[in-house]
């Protein structure tokens, strides 16, 4: 399959954890569509810090399983901070309820990993062009959930407040994440005050109840 424009030299960023997946996406990217120039990323944080640098982007293709993502929050926190960039979820799991969850959640398109090089090209093209892409026989009817109101509120986070918020999904307590972040437990303890009034929260228990509705578990797609 062809590039959309030889003349014009498309931005896209691919963000995976698995580095043979990740270089595999890259060099198909390559073959598939010459004009690309292709970044390749390990983590959220590090597109968070690419971001914050750079966001002139075309297309971001998001691992849905990235382990400093949490599932959807890391598409929430994109769709919040840069709305005008499509985001192509990839995964080895195309589960319907997954799929439906991440385009209410503002992703332009779902994509399997199992996809041949050809199918992620034009999934490409019909994401550039503003359109939706998702796995074959899948209905992509829109609907407002109360995830995608919470989504929005996650989008309203700092890059620092979503990474407390990560770390405090994973059980961390103030101490340990003001260390993780060379921060002090006072700077900590005003982050979550400002990430409890974003969510609409009391406390710490309900802000992490709130944010692992975002989360997509092994299990739920097996």
């Known amino acids: 399959m062809e590039s959309i424009s030889a003349g014009s030299e498309e931005r896209l960023v691919v963000v995976d954890d698995h580095p043979l997946f990740r270089d595999a996406l890259s060099a198909a990217l390559g073959r598939h569509r010459p004009a690309c120039r292709i970044e390749?990323?390990?983590?959220?944080?590090?597109?968070?810090?690419?971001?914050?640098?750079d966001a002139e982007l075309d297309l971001i293709l998001l691992d849905?399983?990235?382990?400093?993502s949490h599932g959807l929050s890391g598409l929430a926190w994109l769709r919040g901070h840069h709305p005008e960039l499509p985001v192509l979820m990839i995964s080895a799991h195309d589960d319907?309820?997954?799929?439906?969850?991440?385009?209410?959640?503002?992703?332009?398109g779902f994509l399997s990993k199992s996809a041949d090089a050809e199918t992620l090209s034009h999934a490409i093209d019909?994401?550039?062009?503003?359109?939706?892409?998702?796995?074959d026989g899948f209905d992509p009817a829109s609907s407002e959930s109360e995830e995608s109101a919470l989504a929005q509120r996650v989008g309203e986070l700092t890059p620092?407040?979503?990474?407390?918020?990560?770390?405090?999904g994973d059980?961390?307590?103030n101490k340990?994440?003001?260390?993780e972040l060379d921060i002090t437990e006072a700077t900590v303890k005003a982050h979550?005050?400002?990430?409890?009034?974003?969510?609409?929260?009391?406390?710490?228990?309900?802000?992490?109840?709130?944010?692992?509705r975002l989360a997509v578990r092994k299990q739920d797609v097996d």
């Not at 590090?46 to 914050?52: M, N, P, T, V």
């Not at 319907?96 to 332009?108: N, S, T, Y």
């Not at 620092?160 to 405090?168: D, E």
Request: with cysteine.
């Open 40 to 53: 390749a990323l390990a983590s959220f944080d590090a597109l968070q810090q690419r971001l914050g640098r």
């Open 64 to 68: 849905l399983h990235l382990p400093d």
């Open 96 to 108: 319907p309820d997954i799929v439906q969850r991440a385009l209410a959640d503002g992703a332009a």
């Open 126 to 135: 019909q994401v550039l062009a503003g359109e939706t892409w998702v796995p």
């Open 160 to 168: 620092q407040q979503y990474r407390i918020l990560c770390m405090l």
């Open 171 to 173: 059980g961390l307590l």
């Open 176 to 179: 340990q994440i003001a260390w």
């Open 192 to 212: 979550m005050t400002a990430i409890m009034r974003k969510l609409a929260v009391n406390n710490r228990t309900q802000a992490v109840t709130l944010f692992n």
